[in-house]
């Protein structure tokens, strides 16, 4: 097959190698494009799953924070009923030992009194 010359800068006109040159050239630059925008989109669906992930993380936290406010007033409030259970205790000892003391006080005077009366 035989090249046929034709005027350049006419359109669709020129040699086969120069038509096919230009396909070429145009394909090429119609990829780049597809591939520019591609890029893009890749871009921005990185960013849009980074801002998701930074939300859902700052979500995390914010609930972790929370269950730990929770879990430290709950804690507190544990703490605040085993002293006052203890202080309970405590004062209840003291007066069953005040109470005992009592009876054995009031035993031994009665005890006392009965021995007088027998010594005498």
Do not use: N, W
């Not at 038509?19 to 989109?41: C, P, Y």
């Not at 269950?67 to 003291?94: C, I, N, P, Q, Y």
Request: proline share 2%; hydrophobic share 45%.
């Amino acid at each position: 097959m035989s090249d046929v010359t034709e005027p350049a800068g006419t359109p669709g006109r020129g040699t086969d190698a120069e038509r096919t040159e230009a396909a070429l050239s145009d394909a090429t630059a119609q990829a780049q494009t597809e591939a520019e925008a591609a890029l893009h989109r890749s871009e921005d669906a990185a960013a849009e799953a980074k801002r998701a992930a930074e939300a859902q993380a700052a979500e995390a936290l914010a609930r972790a924070s929370v269950d730990g406010e929770r879990a430290s007033l709950a804690a507190r409030s544990a703490a605040s009923a085993a002293t006052e259970a203890k202080d309970r205790a405590t004062d209840a000892a003291s007066h069953a030992a005040q109470a005992a003391s009592a009876d054995a006080q009031a035993a031994a005077d009665e005890t006392t009194a009965i021995a007088r009366e027998a010594a005498e």
